[in-house]
């Protein structure tokens, strides 16, 4: 990676921690560059606006938490379908919670940038459509092992109804909280997917 590489990417990884925290119209290109240590004007070879910028932030907080989606499920392969969809409910809660791509997600995804709001709705839809990919290969490898369910997408849609509903417990309580009504939901929610 070369050294200009180097700086753009610092300048990305500073503006996503930026944004997430303060907020798209509070953050200014200044309060980027001071976090990534160099001059504000630097910025400007890089990404010509603060919209550019943003895009870009927004580009690649979407494609990793893609890539986090697709491999997710990695390391569950010898898990019942029960509880592999289990670990990736919290794996994908926990994501959001723990990390600043989360956090970044989760800030504009509720109350985007007016400007932004069209494109961000392109992208959810995009993560939702892994998100449901994710959930129908598990379910259809579930089925393999005689497991029988209602229609997989109305499974996917409850399972993204779960989804947001646990991270705003998360977000909002404490982690004991969050946990005993993701057991009470999830209880219910296994129980009604199954025929």
Known sequence: M???EETKKRIVN?????????????????????RTNIKAPSIYAYFSSKDRLFEEVMDTTMLEYIHYIQNIDNDLADLTTEAKLYN??????????????GHFIKRFMIIPPKDFKDKFNTMY?????????????????GREEDNKFVNIDVIAN????????????????????YRRRLDDTWITFWNGIQK
């Open 88 to 101: 990736i409910l919290i794996g994908l809660n926990e994501y959001f919670y723990n990390n600043s791509l």
């Open 14 to 34: 500073n503006a996503l921690i930026t944004f997430a925290t303060n907020g798209y119209e509070e953050t200014s290109m200044k309060d980027i560059a001071t």
């Open 158 to 177: 409850s399972f993204l109804c779960i989804l947001d509903g646990a991270l705003m417990y998360l977000m909002n309580f404490s982690y004991e909280e």
């Open 125 to 141: 839809f995009e993560m939702e459509k892994a998100i449901k990919s994710l959930v129908n290969r598990v379910l259809n490898e």
């Open 2 to 4: 070369t050294k200009g």
